[in-house]
């Protein structure tokens, strides 16, 4: 079968836009649609910066720090009856150094720490906290935090990471899972 005959086009196209109009109709198309683009994009913020300032501020955010607070002045107390509170009784404690412990176990474990290193403290490393909300159970709150205590005269001090799952039960916030890694 003979070649299609498409002189008829070409001379088309330079009669409207010159010898070479066709690849200049195309590249002014390509930069109008990336100029459109640039604009578009430049209107709507990207989503993982919302999605990180979210993280970061807002009421549930708020709710959580002062949560985290409630907990942590009882840690930091040594109060475990306090402390334990804040957790729920089916309460599954993750450590990369010490791996499952239930609610039973984690209070043995804090009446133990405490009793062991009386002058523990922990401080929240606000800047690196985050707050999600886990859609009809409550909240996921990760960061890191330092804990210190004196060793031989002098602050002994680690930074470690952390998420916990808070659940909401009515009005009652409760930690129901934690991990507590890179010790």
């Not at 195309?26 to 989503?47: K, M, W, Y």
Request: hydrophobic share 40%; net charge negative; aromatic share 10%.
């Amino acid at each position: 079968m003979p070649a299609e005959n498409t002189n008829h086009l070409v001379g088309r196209s330079r009669s409207r836009f010159g010898a070479s109009g066709g690849l200049k109709l195309i590249l002014a198309s390509i930069s109008i649609l990336i100029t459109a683009a640039g604009t578009f994009s430049a209107q709507v913020p990207d989503r993982a910066v919302l999605k990180r300032k979210a993280a970061t501020s807002g009421e549930l955010f708020e709710t959580i720090a002062r949560m985290d607070r409630v907990v942590f002045e009882a840690f930091n107390a040594h109060d475990v009856e306090r402390l334990m509170s804040m957790f729920t009784k089916d309460l599954e404690f993750y450590d990369d150094g010490d791996g499952f412990n239930d609610y039973e176990k984690t209070t043995n474990d804090f009446r133990e720490l405490f009793r062991n290193t009386p002058d523990i403290r922990r401080e929240l490393i606000k800047e690196s906290l985050e707050v999600y909300p886990l859609q009809g159970y409550g909240a996921i709150e990760a960061g890191e935090h330092r804990f210190c205590h004196r060793e031989n005269g002098n602050d002994d001090c680690g930074v470690f990471k952390f998420a916990m799952v808070w659940r909401k039960s009515g009005e009652v916030w409760k930690l129901s899972r934690v991990l507590s890694y890179a010790h």
